[in-house]
């Protein structure tokens, strides 16, 4: 209950419905109680704390690669926050609480560069071999351009990726995986950037992969 300190007209001290009265220095003062949530744990939030988990469960072991692969689309965040925002909102797939990453949509780089051509991926002998049709005269793609290489292993959180690797005109690189990863799936990813760093392809996904 608030009391009333100099008629109707002063100020009160206490707690009149959802409004609290005190004083400071001679001051009069009021200030609403503050609302409560008997559940701060809404479906929609719990959708959303779900999605983000699993977007961070993939796309943090390739931190790194997508500070290359995604700087051109830093605007007012990290390379990895626009990579996350992305993938939150293109590539997740399923209803709650059984979300899923639709790896297919997943970019590790992205830009204006022209993409690889006929990109492949075949698991030998522990390794990832890429390969890739040398496109240099298609669009502002140059004989120079580095690839962008990426193998991630969803089930571990974990992912083996090269930066700038080999030029677009040598057509093929082989990626070389923990021993511990045989017989399991990954997903691989081909990009490129040109030499001077200034430009970067969209990457192409190139599908499951059964680590040999």
């Known amino acids: 209950m608030g009391t009333i300190k100099k008629g109707i007209l002063g100020g009160f001290s206490g707690k009149v419905?959802?409004?609290?009265?005190?004083s400071w220095k001679g001051i009069s003062y009021m200030r609403s109680l503050p609302i409560k949530v008997r559940n701060p744990r809404t479906e929609l939030q719990l959708e959303q704390r779900s999605k983000f988990a699993l977007t961070l469960?993939?796309?943090?072991?390739?931190?790194d690669l997508l500070r290359t692969g995604w700087k051109l689309y830093a605007h007012r965040q990290s390379p990895f926050?626009?990579?996350?925002s992305y993938t939150?909102?293109?590539a997740i797939k399923g209803s709650?609480?059984?979300y899923t990453i639709e790896a297919s949509k997943v970019l590790i780089s992205r830009g204006k560069l022209a993409p690889a051509s006929h990109g492949t991926a075949?698991?030998?002998g522990?390794?990832?071999?890429?390969?890739?049709?040398?496109?240099?005269?298609?669009s502002n793609a140059k004989s120079t351009d580095k690839a962008l290489l990426a193998v991630v292993n969803s089930v571990r959180s974990d992912?083996?990726?090269?930066?700038?690797?080999?030029?677009?005109?040598e057509t093929t690189q082989s990626v070389n995986l923990p021993a511990d990863w045989l017989g399991e799936d990954v997903e691989a990813y081909l990009g490129f950037i040109s030499q001077d760093g200034r430009e970067v392809a969209n990457s192409v996904y190139l599908g499951t992969v059964t680590v040999a």
């Open 17 to 22: 419905g959802t409004v609290v009265g005190s």
């Open 57 to 63: 469960n993939y796309l943090q072991p390739l931190t």
């Open 81 to 84: 926050n626009s990579a996350t």
């Open 88 to 90: 939150l909102a293109k």
């Open 96 to 98: 709650y609480p059984n």
């Open 122 to 124: 075949i698991a030998t």
């Open 126 to 138: 522990g390794a990832i071999q890429f390969a890739w049709d040398d496109n240099s005269e298609m």
């Open 159 to 169: 992912a083996v990726f090269v930066i700038a690797g080999s030029a677009r005109s």
